[in-house]
């Protein structure tokens, strides 16, 4: 049992293939539908939003270190193939390490907006459905297996898409803040 705080989590039982055991908790029982759908309708959302933001702010960024809407949707294309290869490793590997991903980092700051939107975004959608389509095909004990990451204190398939999902609508979010925005400071 893991106990932090008001955070109380209880190991259920194992399950074991021919490489590790994986303990799944009781209060995830990794119900993976609502993810593969979250994932397969982000791009419906994502991409008309991205095109809804005017061509005179869609690479403005809002203040210096800041992403512009353009950054913020190029951003989701480029990570795809983080997350195919995370996912290719978390299914081969007995005990699998997750490097964290800094794109502020690691990239260039104006790798982003060097890159063609439209092209992004169709990179974006066609990788979604390829992934999409390699999820549906997942195990329970694919969807269970583990890995130590950088980041956190657990880390499991299941928890990658799901965090995959979110960072989806994070970035939308940020898209559509900049859409809405009010005023912008001159530069």
Not at 23 to 29: D, N, T
Not at 58 to 69: C, V, Y
Not at 111 to 127: F, I, K, N
Request: aromatic share 10%.
């Amino acid at each position: 049992m893991i106990e932090r705080s008001n955070f109380r989590l209880d190991w259920g039982p194992a399950i074991r293939d021919k490489k590790a055991v994986y303990y799944v908790p009781e209060a995830m029982k990794l119900d993976t539908a609502p993810v593969i759908s979250a994932l397969e309708r982000a791009p419906s959302i994502v991409v008309p939003l991205v095109r809804e933001v005017p061509t005179a702010i869609l690479k403005r960024r809002p203040a210096p270190g800041k992403w512009s809407a353009h950054e913020h949707a190029c951003h989701l294309a480029v990570v795809h193939r983080l997350f195919f290869d995370r996912l290719d490793v978390m299914l081969t590997t007995p005990a699998p390490l997750i490097a964290p991903y800094d794109p502020g980092k690691s990239d260039a700051d104006d790798l982003l907006l060097r890159m063609d939107l439209a092209t992004a975004l169709t990179q974006y959608a066609d990788d979604r459905r390829e992934l999409v389509g390699r999820l549906r095909k997942l195990t329970p004990t694919d969807w269970a297996r583990t890995a130590e990451h950088g980041e956190y204190n657990h880390y499991s398939v299941f928890i990658m898409f799901r965090h995959l999902a979110l960072h989806d609508f994070l970035h939308a979010y940020r898209i559509e803040e900049l859409l809405l925005k009010r005023t912008w400071v001159e530069e």
